[in-house]
C-alpha cells in the first residue's frame, strides 16, 4: 500500500510499496479517506513523545471506506463509509469491562503505540472500533470525530458546571476550537477564548466565541480585571495555562486540564484546590461517546469542517509534515485525503 513512513533519521517520507496490515477473520480492512496530522504524530517524530520505534505509520484521526470484511466480522459491508476509532483493547479486563478501554494494559492507538495507523492506505480493524459516516459529512468531517471524542470526553465530565455557566479556553488550536463550541453546545452562556495567534482566536470567533483576548496584545489582568470563570479549560499545553485556569476560575468552579505540557513542574497548588473548592476533570479517551459526536456534528452544533485549515494530498503530506516537525509550517488543523484506490489503479 502506499503510506507516509516516519523514519529513524527524524523525517516521513512517501513509500509506494509498504505492507498490507495483516487483517483477521474478525477484522475489517479499512481504506483510508482522511486522516488528521495530530500534535501527538509531531511530538513523536520529534522525539518528544516515545510511543514508538520508527520505522513507523502514524495516524490516529481517520475516515474512510470498508474495503474488505473478514470472514467471522458481522454487521459491515465493502463499500460502507466509517469513522475509524483508533483503540485497540483485549475486551475482557477490569478497565475494558468499565468501559475504558483506553486504560487496557494489552492494548494501544493504532498509529502512535499499537499498530499501523492512517497515514497509511488502509488499517484493519475489529467492527467494534467502527461508526458509520453519514453521507451528509465528509470523510474529513468523519477524521475529526477522534480529537471531538476526547473533547467531548471531558465536557462530559464538566457539563453540569457548563450549563447555564461562563467558560474561558486557554490554546485556540484544534482541541480549544471544539471546546469552545461544545461548551455552546452544552448551554455555556459565555465562552472567552484566549490564545496568542490572532489568525486562530479570529477562527474561534467564527466559531461562536463571545470574546478573544490575544496575549500578544493584552494581558489577562488588564482583560478581565476581576472576572472569574465557573469553568476553566486549559487546550494550550502550558504550564501558564494551567496557572491562568486556576487564576480565573471561580470558586466552587471547574478546570479541565487536557493539554499535555511535558513539564514536570508542579503547576497546581492543591491548598488552592481545596481552598477554593474547585473541581478538577481530564480526560484521555472517551469510548462510549463516539456516535454523540457524530450526531453532534451531524445537528450543526458542531463545526469540525471550518476547523481544518489545510488540505494535504498524499503526494503533498511528507513535506507538509516534515515542515510542521520543523516549525516551518504551523496550520492550525492540516488534513491528509488521500486519493479514492480506484483512482490510482486508473491512473
Ligand atoms: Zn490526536
Ligand atoms: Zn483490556
Given at each position: 500500500m502506499r503510506a507516509i513512513v516516519w523514519h529513524e533519521d527524524g523525517r516521513v517520507r512517501q513509500a509506494a510499496d509498504w505492507p498490507l496490515p495483516a487483517m483477521e477473520d474478525d477484522e475489517a480492512l479499512v481504506e483510508i479517506r482522511a486522516e488528521g496530522v495530530c500534535m501527538t504524530d509531531i511530538h513523536m517524530i520529534r522525539g518528544t513523545l516515545d510511543f514508538a520505534k520508527p520505522p513507523w505509520v502514524l495516524g490516529h484521526e481517520m475516515s474512510g471506506v470498508i474495503a474488505a470484511v473478514g470472514s467471522?466480522?458481522?454487521g459491515w459491508s465493502v463499500g460502507e463509509r466509517v469513522v475509524v476509532d483508533p483503540v485497540v483493547a483485549c475486551g475482557s479486563c477490569s478497565h475494558c469491562q468499565r468501559g475504558?478501554?483506553?486504560?487496557?494494559?494489552s492494548g494501544g492507538e493504532l498509529g502512535t503505540t499499537y499498530g499501523s495507523g492512517g497515514y497509511g492506505q488502509y488499517v484493519a480493524v475489529k467492527p467494534a472500533n467502527l461508526y458509520r459516516l453519514p453521507d451528509t459529512m465528509s470523510f474529513a468531517e468523519g477524521a475529526m470525530m477522534e480529537p471531538l471524542n476526547c473533547t467531548l470526553g471531558a465536557v462530559e465530565r464538566a457539563a453540569a458546571a457548563i450549563a447555564g455557566g461562563s467558560v474561558i479556553v486557554f490554546g485556540p488550536g484544534p482541541a480549544g476550537l471544539l471546546f469552545m463550541q461544545l461548551a455552546r453546545a452544552y448551554g455555556a452562556l459565555r465562552v472567552v477564548l484566549v490564545g496568542m495567534e490572532e489568525e486562530r482566536l479570529a477562527a474561534g470567533r467564527r466559531l461562536g466565541a463571545d470574546r478573544t483576548i490575544n496575549l500578544q496584545a493584552e494581558s489577562l489582568a488588564e482583560a478581565l480585571k476581576d472576572e472569574a470563570f465557573d469553568v476553566a479549560i486549559e487546550a494550550s499545553g502550558s504550564v501558564q495555562g494551567v496557572q491562568d485556569c486556576m487564576a480565573y476560575v471561580a470558586k466552587g468552579g471547574t478546570i479541565v486540564l487536557y493539554g499535555l505540557?511535558?513539564?514536570?513542574?508542579?503547576?497546581?497548588?492543591s491548598d488552592r484546590v481545596v481552598g477554593k473548592d474547585l473541581t478538577i476533570v481530564t480526560c484521555?479517551?472517551?469510548?462510549?461517546l463516539w456516535q454523540k459526536g457524530i450526531e453532534l456534528v451531524r445537528a450543526g452544533?458542531?463545526?469540525?469542517?471550518?476547523?481544518?485549515?489545510h488540505t494535504l494530498s498524499f503526494d503533498e503530506a511528507a513535506a507538509a509534515v516534515n515542515d510542521i516537525a520543523a516549525n516551518r509550517f504551523r496550520p492550525v488543523k492540516a488534513m491528509i485525503v488521500h486519493a479514492q484506490a480506484e483512482e490510482e489503479n486508473d491512473a
Open positions: 467471522k466480522a458481522k475504558k478501554k483506553y486504560l487496557c494494559e505540557n511535558g513539564s514536570d513542574r508542579p503547576s497546581i497548588h484521555i479517551s472517551a469510548p462510549l452544533k458542531v463545526n469540525v469542517k471550518d476547523i481544518v485549515s
